[in-house]
């Protein structure tokens, strides 16, 4: 299995500043693909490939010549990023791919690392004393902070550039842990807005919303920003402090879902959860907000992975009708939102609503799990 481990790296100033380059030549290369394959299409009906783009950049380089100073293989990657990005506009799972700013082109990637089969060295590798290393003399070491071991073979790096701060994220291969699912140690989950999280064994964990406990602070931090002159050296300050806000309620949140979902992996062999569609339930326009600050959607990737990483499984159910059936004798009881506890009017169980919701997910999941094995 593949997994990334993030570090976090602290190059010198001369480093920042060509590490930013790289990154802007990378936006640039990506931009300019983008308009030729809507040019070639307009123009012909045609597909402009892949193998296309790449003969493009041939002819670039020669054209000019700065961009020979980025390693060729994260200039190369960027064509497979556009090409992702159509596939997934394709299936329909995002929008068209539009031409990227400086705040939305934040990383670059290395698809080998380390040494080739001849023990030359590669674009990046580790030196001698365990430094980050880059071929080229410009850019040279760069200190990092492993604060972890590395487990498995290092597939590839990717450099990422988030506010002032800059990361290393290597993908790593290892071998995956025999499945071991034991139906007796199962989960059922109902997550929620105003608890994060019920369990089917009556656990209860409570929504921390970090997004609106900052609210304040933002709205102070825009108010303030929306009198400066536009483009001013106390803007782009104060554009930075609400960036490193942002930053900080993003940190927050993916603390406590790794561990929350690191937690519920290492204790359940299966755990399972409802398969929402977060992204039509987000166009609500009065949770919207919530449930992005809930973040179920990263909640549910992170258990699927350490689900996997730690021998169990992850089952996604269908969510209909699992907060309307009584999970004791399946009666079905249709209630509001605004309605907080199950009332069965055939068996005359009374339950919280949420953990009648995680019961009957529990009870789906196994049946699921059932069906398929």
């Known amino acids: ?54 003969t493009q950049l041939k002819m670039d380089k020669k054209n000019y010549p700065f961009l020979k100073e980025v390693p060729s293989q994260p200039l190369q990657e960027v064509f497979l990023r556009l090409e992702k990005a159509f596939d997934s506009f394709f299936r329909k799972d995002k929008n068209y791919p539009k031409q990227k700013k400086y705040k939305d082109y934040t990383s670059m990637t290395f698809p080998q690392f380390g040494f080739n089969a001849k023990g030359n060295r590669m674009a990046m590798s ?5 430094k ?14 492993l604060h972890r071991p590395l487990e498995g073979t290092i597939k590839q790096l990717v450099m990422k550039r988030q506010g002032k701060r800059w990361y290393a994220i290597f993908s790593v291969e290892r071998q995956g842990v025999p499945s071991e699912m034991d139906p007796n140690n199962a989960i059922g989950i109902d997550v929620g807005l105003h608890k994060y999280a019920v369990l089917s064994d009556g656990r209860e964990f409570e929504n921390p919303t ?22 001013s050296s106390n803007y782009r300050k104060q554009v930075m402090r ?3 806000l942002h ?28 398969n ?3 992204r039509h339930m987000v166009r609500n326009r009065k949770l919207s907000k919530s449930i992005s600050d809930a973040g179920w959607g990263m909640f549910r990737q992170m258990l699927s992975y350490k689900c996997e990483k730690s021998g169990g499984l992850l089952v996604k159910v269908e969510p209909h009708y699992t907060s309307q059936d009584c999970s004791s004798c399946g009666e079905r009881v249709k209630k509001s939102l605004s ?25 789906k999941g196994l049946e699921q799990l059932l069906v398929t094995n």
């Open 210 to 231: 970090f997004l609106r406990k900052k609210e304040k602070q933002l709205k102070i931090a825009q108010r303030k920003l929306s009198k400066m002159k536009r483009g």
């Open 1 to 54: 299995m593949l997994l990334n481990q993030k570090y976090e790296i602290f190059p010198n100033e001369e480093q920042k500043e060509m590490l930013d380059r790289w990154l802007q030549y990378c936006r640039q290369t990506y931009n300019s693909a983008l308009l030729d394959k809507q040019r070639k299409y307009r123009e012909s009906k045609e597909s402009y490939r892949r193998k296309d783009m790449q």
């Open 126 to 130: 580790f030196s001698d004393n365990g």
């Open 276 to 278: 929402l569609n977060i």
């Open 247 to 274: 930053e900080k309620i993003g940190n927050q949140r993916r603390d406590f879902l790794h561990k929350l979902s690191y937690n519920l992996s290492r204790t359940y062999s299966v755990v399972c959860v409802e």
């Open 339 to 363: 309605i907080r506890t199950h009332i069965c009017t055939k068996c005359g169980v009374v339950l919280d609503r949420d953990y009648n919701a995680s019961l009957n997910i529990l009870q």
């Open 242 to 244: 609400i960036r490193q």
């Open 132 to 145: 980050l290393y880059n071929t080229k003399p410009k850019l040279g070491e760069i200190d990092l902070l």
